[in-house]
């Protein structure tokens, strides 16, 4: 593996100054300050700013609304968009769905919507996990019942995130309640305007929004129905496999730990317990002084360097337990002062700590919850074989007996 530098060409470093001045005008304390009130994740300025250099779909041929960057143009926008915290969520789900809609859906609804896709006026939002459901996606229950031309939908689904702010949700239903749970299953791209929709705020702990969508008796016309019917989860695993970044080869340019994305929210917390540590107080003393703080900070820094360095499904997980133990540590050294929110005045790095601490609690879950990536890595990277839980059915081969003695015919 190679750790080196990418030396940049004169069009590649000339790339990322046009980036970095484009950003500097787009991405302004009022958009962070707009995203701490909504907690969005989308700001329609800039995303409409991007959509016109094509930055939205930055792979795409420019004939057909992207940029046509090279993987190393589009790895210096993807890191210049981290750097100065722009909000992408939408942006980023879009693209992930559409690689689906692209292939499954009927060849005039994907030729409609992509110019619009790359132009930002329509985005695309993920509509699987259920007030009941937990992370067994396929264990779907919001109904899907053909009548002629047309599917009505009746359930609901809760963290449906950018919902209130796209024109489309990426819908997984159940088609055929008598089927196995995988195979009675049928992927839509819902309108959210349709009647019957009904969308629902709710606020999570991190100050994100997210959203709990309805749907009563919703009429989806066939044509927003991708892939064949009860074959849904043939259209899914694309994306789910994509947000839990399985099968993904970012060409060695991409973050080593998929957990990465999370611990970014850690730098600048840490950035701001540093500052405060090496601030003097009234009697000239520095909690650097202390050596049991500087052990801390050592300890925090060296933990978000490992799991920084931690490859595949490990270091999602690792990111997250880091991100929450080290934020928790941050709070508990700072005190008052690494509970002040963002914008208040006196808080360290503008309230970095604050964010970490909260952001951290929904880690464990986004993108897949950490139980989920706990079972890949025993099943996919340890061989382990899949557990068995009391009370699940156990198939013996004939004679054999089963653990309470009895023979199994």
Known sequence: ?????????????????????????????????????????????????????????????????????????????????????????????????????????????????????????????????????????????????????EWVVNGSKMFTTGAHNCQYTFLITRTDPEAPKHRGLTMFLVPLDLPGVEIQGIRAFSGERTNIVYYDDVRVPDRYRLGAVNDGWSVLRGPLDEEHSIGLDGGGLSDLSIGHGFMRVLEPALDAAMEWALTERPDGSRPADDPSVVTRLARIAVDLECATLTPGPMGRVRGSDVLVEAAADLVDLLGPLGLLAPGTDAAPGDGAVDHAHRFAQGTATYGGTVEVFRTIIAQHVLGLPRPTYPGSRTFLPAGRRNPSGAVQS
């Open 1 to 149: 593996m190679d750790f080196g530098l990418v030396a940049l060409t004169p069009e590649q470093a000339a790339f990322a100054a046009d980036v970095r001045q484009f950003l500097d005008e787009i991405v302004t304390d009022d958009v962070h300050v707009r995203e701490r009130e909504t907690g969005d994740g989308f700001n329609a300025e800039v995303h409409l700013a991007l959509a016109s250099r094509g930055w939205l779909t930055p792979g795409w041929p420019v004939e057909e609304g992207g940029a046509g960057l090279d993987p190393v143009c589009r790895r210096i926008l993807e890191l210049e968009l981290e750097r100065r915290r722009t909000p992408m969520v939408t942006a980023n789900v879009t693209n992930m769905i559409w690689k689906a809609v692209d292939r499954y859906a009927e060849p005039d609804l994907r030729d409609d919507l992509k110019p619009k896709v790359a132009a930002g006026t329509v985005r695309l939002c993920l509509g699987y996990t259920e007030p009941d459901g937990g992370s067994d996606i396929a264990a779907a229950k919001v109904r899907a019942v053909r009548d002629g031309e």
